[in-house]
């Protein structure tokens, strides 16, 4: 059986300010260093053989705090936060004022739509399933620690649950520094 522990980077300013992340390449706030120390803690207890982790700085700032000394840490632009373009480092009053046409269509939350510049829920989806299907070939009988972003959680969690209504795709939130766990029981399985 392989275990993904799949852990969402502490907070950061942006988070703070309720401003879009996307891309934008910012590092954890003194609240998000806390976090990520009280998720090592909980890590700890995991007997973790693999670390993979986004290659933003706000996920890479958490892994190195919250996985295992011995480890290294391997950065897969597979597990990046989705893009959301134009929107990226406005707050939701921002990108309503910029573009209210595309705000008022909903674009972040129809799958084969993104605002501009940004990338689409598919798209996303399609690298995220793709990176997971390989770790469960490759990585048989392994303990492996995912260090992400929201939306991208909200992704590997469908994949371990690929009956998920659309409403229960969006409301699934995994908090910053939480750690949720999934299994593939064989090669190829989806638990």
Known sequence: MTRVYLARHGVTDFNDQGRYLGRSDVSLNELGRKQAEETKDR???F?????ISSPLK???ETANIIKPSDLEILSES???ERSVGVYEGLTKDEAKGKYPELFARNVTRIFNEA???GETILDAQNRVF???YIIGKVYIGKDVLIVTHAFVAKVVNKYFNQNL???EFFDFILQPSEVKEYTFEKEGDFK
């Open 43 to 45: 890590i700890s207890k």
């Open 165 to 167: 209504s659309e409403q």
């Open 130 to 132: 793709t990176a997971l």
């Open 47 to 51: 007997n973790i053989d693999i670390v």
């Open 78 to 80: 597979a597990f990046i």
């Open 58 to 60: 706000r996920a890479i």
């Open 115 to 117: 605002p501009t510049n």
